[in-house]
């Protein structure tokens, strides 16, 4: 006998919950008003009675936003959650629309939370679809790894339900959810991957390639959890005041010195790495020939707008520091804390 959608739900909220809940605390909801996210409203609401709160974010894309986004606000009450609340945001900056919209909808739901983490209803079909662009990308076993069911205050209790789970509950819950026209948009990459490459993948291949996918992802998440915690205990082992010990890590295997150095990197500041400018960083310990620094992005804009971190290695440590903008080239750039 097939088993019904909400009841998929429900035990996957369950064991989420088992295994991540920091206790009998409140939940908060991500709610779009989409299938997934009111299918998770409910299980949670089932799961926790009195303790999941929701949270709708309006992005104001597309006209009638505001009446959708109060619509599902209204579903999530009707699904059980103690409250719904609606948060207009703006979405402004690089990256195009969706990476716009994304760190919007995150930054208003970090904000809004409080002290409760957040449940995202990613399901093991968005799972398979982050692995392809992951992989599409090229950028490493950490992007293919995909989403962690809980990345702090970030949780995902439906990575291993099918979005027709989702639906399913829907149906049985009598909830017609919200079908976002940018979710049928083939101008966005991820809808190409989810209409099209995927559907062919599971042709050519007979089926199972978005549950092979996820295992995949999951395989990977145990292993760079372990290369992670290796990593972190060589950054502690090269320390060397605000610098790394050069002699600490030329010895130490790629996977583990890059890590090491990627971490001291974004503790520093820096951010959007590419593989490139990791890679130039790392040849000052791996391949020292003399060459002379290497810039990286500072997030912080610490010396004004388009100012730069740079990278450099003198007298056997790696340290970094602020090179303003208009500097001259033969300034030496300002140390990081001084």
């Known amino acids: 006998m097939t088993e019904s959608g909400l009841h998929v739900v429900r035990r996957a909220v369950r064991q989420w919950l088992e295994r991540y809940s920091p206790g009998a605390g409140d939940l908060v909801v991500a709610m779009s008003g989409g299938a997934d996210s009111a299918a998770l409203c409910a299980g949670a609401a089932a799961e926790m009675p009195g303790c999941v709160h929701a949270v709708t974010i309006d992005h104001g894309l597309q006209e009638g936003s505001a009446r959708v986004a ?16 609606v948060i207009r945001v703006e979405v402004t900056g690089a990256g ?16 809004a939370r409080g002290e409760a983490p957040v449940l995202v209803a990613h399901t093991l079909d968005d799972q398979a679809e ?4 992951g992989l599409a990308r090229g950028s490493g076993p950490r992007s293919v790894a995909g989403m962690r069911p809980y990345s702090p205050p970030w949780g995902r209790p439906l990575l291993a339900v099918r979005r027709t789970m ?13 079908e976002d026209p940018h979710n049928s948009d083939p101008r966005f990459t991820r809808v190409r991957i989810r209409d099209e490459v995927l559907p062919l993948m599971e042709e050519v291949c007979r089926g199972g390639v978005a549950e092979s996918l996820a295992r995949t992802a999951a395989q990977l998440q145990e292993d760079v959890e372990v290369l992670d915690d290796l ?19 030329r010895g130490e295997p790629a996977a583990l010195r890059r890590r090491a150095v990627r971490s001291w990197l974004l503790e520093s500041g820096a951010r959007g790495l590419t593989d490139r400018q990791l890679r130039a960083v790392d040849a000052l310990v791996s391949d020292w ?3 002379g620094p290497v810039a990286v992005p500072d997030a912080l804009n610490r010396a004004g707008e388009g100012a730069r971190l740079v990278v450099e290695r003198r007298h056997g440590t790696l340290g970094i520091a602020v090179q303003p903008r208009h500097s001259h080239p033969g300034t030496r750039p300002t140390e990081k804390g001084s």
């Open 166 to 178: 989702t639906r399913a509950a829907c149906a049985e819950l009598g909830i017609s959810p919200h």
């Open 231 to 249: 990593a972190s205990a060589l950054l502690d082992k090269a320390r060397n005041g605000a610098c790394l010990d050069v002699l600490v890590l």
């Open 70 to 85: 109060a619509d599902a606000a209204a579903v999530a009450r009707r699904a059980g959650c103690v409250n719904a609340r």
């Open 130 to 133: 982050t692995v392809l662009l």
């Open 96 to 111: 195009g629309l969706e990476a716009a919209a994304r760190r919007a909808r995150y930054a208003a739901l970090n904000a």
């Open 289 to 291: 020939r003399g060459q």
